[in-house]
């Protein structure tokens, strides 16, 4: 199982950038996907989220507008826009594989991709 972030980098305040998480070694497709973050400092926090299918995401309040959850299940590769950033947007950011069943938890993780916002 793989987990591979990319996309990640220094960007000035109100720039953008797109990460992408490219998934192997398990059904991609039958996943919950989701970003997280982690600042210096700080515990990890769930940025997005997105269902299997793609039908429902959600995301945490402080990126609503901004920040843009998807995915393409025939690439197998999540992706997250992210637009406006901020200088608190910075963290090492991280994909996340779910999917629980009544026999099983699945949770993999990807080795995160560095985003840096200063002018």
């Known amino acids: 199982v793989q987990l591979v972030e990319s996309g990640g980098g220094l960007v000035q305040p109100g720039g953008s950038l797109r990460l992408s998480c490219a998934a192997s070694?398990?059904?991609?497709?039958?996943?919950?996907m989701s970003w997280y973050r982690q600042a210096p400092g700080k515990e990890r926090e769930m940025v997005a989220r997105?269902?299997?299918?793609?039908?429902?995401?959600n995301s945490v309040d402080s990126v609503k507008g901004r920040f843009t959850i998807s995915r393409d299940n025939a690439k197998n590769t999540a992706y997250l826009q992210m637009n406006g950033l901020k200088p608190e947007d910075t963290a090492v950011y991280y994909c996340n594989a779910r999917r629980i069943t009544i026999l099983s938890d699945n949770d993999y993780w990807g080795q995160g991709t560095q985003v840096t916002v200063s002018s």
């Open positions: 997105i269902t299997s299918g793609g039908g429902i995401t």
């Open positions: 070694g398990f059904t991609f497709s039958s996943y919950t």
